[in-house]
């Protein structure tokens, strides 16, 4: 296996991951969603607000965007889950779409980080394991969070693996992906 096809491997998990936590939250109780709690953040809004932020830079940074630093400034987070989801939806599509699209040497690339008073040139792929990881860390806080609330915390490591193929056939069907395709 390749490096990119683990790229792509990653995005793809991100997605699902963030398929099946969205839909185990839409069970919140009213307020659960917005209350204060434990983390880096001081809620599940905030913390997904704060994912989705990340990525908004980091895809408009991938894209060569000029005015990713702008994106950021501007970010405004979404009123509650039923505006995050869509959005988070579009932005790991995106993703998605970015990795697939990457050549054999799509990840070796650089592009520059307009952080406002910076400018820092990076390689595709440390961007894209960078934001990885971000959303990893961040998703695994909003999970522990669900812990204090009325929704039991999903499953979300059962996707990297083969022969977890059907703790995930649900899901794919939900997303309208294939096992294949999943691996692809």
Known sequence: MTALELLRIRARANRLANHRL?????????????????????????????ILAVDTYYLAALHREADMALQWQRFTPPRG?????????????????????????????????????????????????????????????????????SVRPPQLDEFLMPSDAPHRAADLAALGWSERGLFA
Do not use: K, N, W, Y
Request: net charge negative; aromatic share 4%; hydrophobic share 45%.
């Open 81 to 149: 889950l039923a505006e995050l989801v869509p959005r988070q939806r579009a932005s790991d599509e995106r993703l998605i779409r970015f990795v697939e699209a990457l050549g054999e040497t799509g990840a070796d690339a650089e592009i520059v980080l307009d952080r406002g008073a910076t400018r820092s040139p990076e390689r595709v792929a440390h961007v894209l394991q960078h934001l990885d990881m971000h959303q990893t860390h961040h998703r695994g806080q909003a999970h522990a969070m669900l812990s204090s609330t």
């Open 22 to 50: 969205h839909a185990a939250m839409e069970a919140l109780a009213p307020g659960e969603f917005e209350a204060p709690r434990v983390g880096f953040f001081p809620s599940l809004a905030a913390t997904l607000a704060h």
